[in-house]
């Protein structure tokens, strides 16, 4: 697993906050400890006669509750953690410290150093959603992967699963107050490919982000270490490390250089080998659309910076690609 061949991208994940109040239903009791307790049917049925005519069946479902509260003041929350930190772009690779509340789809169209061309599609992005004032919760698709040699297709289907991604933002300050931002991912991977676009291992990633800005300039950096939970000897953990410097001008224009670099700490395929990758980009956004949602369109040109070796394994993953981002925020 890498942040190139199952992403980290596009429009993915979404948290659910489920209650339920459980109330009983009234009993008699008496002084005789034989007689068993049974529900006083007639005020059962005049509050069930009560609650048809209010249009509430749970007093903790009304409009007043606690849960009609947290979904009613969702966009409040949104905006005022928003509100609270930069409000830089996030990078088309790098994922941001940000916190972000959009659908995203990213593609990748790869080529590797033996002539095949890959096709990336989704990349494992997602649904982002802002639960919590400081927290964002992502549910990622899984990404459809296509190869072909000269242009015919060899084989195609679902690569590995980067199924979750939790970011708890721990500083921020936005432009007026500081212009920067640290953060806590934790995200995990499952081996749901099939056999050519599978590493046959489980991963739980935790990473630290953060970033800076002075005026229109900022950076972003992550840095992870993906540890395989299974197949350990095979596939070894992974450093990831990932920077991205950003200008924003013209309202609309985020022109960005990423550079994103894997190392291999151990494993029998690339232990001590590493990728690195230079990528100029721009992203055009945020266009507004309607209500609360825009559009963000990116596109990057990512290059090899390392040695191609072949043996025992295929590294860099590949030689270059073009990458392309679809986000809309909300």
Request: aromatic share 14%; no cysteine.
């Amino acid at each position: 697993m890498t942040h190139h061949t199952a992403p980290l991208a596009s429009a993915g994940a979404a948290l659910l906050v489920v209650a339920a109040a459980l109330f009983a239903a009234p009993a008699r009791a008496d002084d005789s400890a034989t007689q068993v307790n049974l529900p006083d049917t007639t005020t059962m049925l005049a509050d069930a006669g009560a609650q048809a005519a209010t249009g509430t069946s749970n007093p903790d479902e009304g409009p007043g509750s606690p849960i009609h509260q947290y979904f009613a003041n969702w966009f409040n929350r949104v905006d005022k953690a928003q509100g609270e930190q930069p409000h830089w772009m996030t990078p088309i690779v790098t994922v941001t410290p940000r916190l972000e509340e959009e659908l995203r789809w990213d593609q990748y169209w790869q080529t590797n150093a033996k002539g095949a061309g890959i096709v990336n599609y989704d990349a494992g992005k997602g649904l982002e959603l802002i639960p919590f004032e400081t927290v964002e919760f992502i549910l990622q698709y899984p990404p459809y992967i296509q190869s072909t040699v000269l242009g015919h297709k060899t084989v195609e289907g679902f690569g590995d699963w980067p199924f979750f991604l939790y970011k708890q933002r721990l500083l921020t300050a936005n432009e007026e107050n500081g212009n920067y931002i640290l953060t806590f991912f934790l995200s995990g991977q499952a081996p749901a490919g099939i056999k050519p676009f599978s590493t046959n291992a489980y991963y739980v990633t935790p990473t630290i982000a953060g970033g800076m800005g002075w005026g229109d300039f900022d950076f972003q950096a992550t840095m992870g270490l993906a540890y395989p939970i299974n197949n350990a000897a095979v596939v070894g953990k992974q450093l990831v490390t990932n920077v991205t410097l950003q200008y924003h001008f013209l309202q609309y224009i985020w022109p960005e250089f990423e550079f994103n670099d894997t190392l291999w700490l151990d494993g029998n395929q690339r232990g001590g080998k590493n990728q690195l990758f230079a990528m100029p980009g721009v992203i055009f956004g945020r266009f507004p659309l309607f209500w609360r949602f825009k559009v963000n369109i990116g596109v990057g040109y990512q290059t090899a910076l390392t040695k191609q070796t072949y043996e025992p394994a295929l590294t860099p993953l590949y030689n270059h690609a073009w990458i392309m981002t679809a986000r809309i925020p909300f």
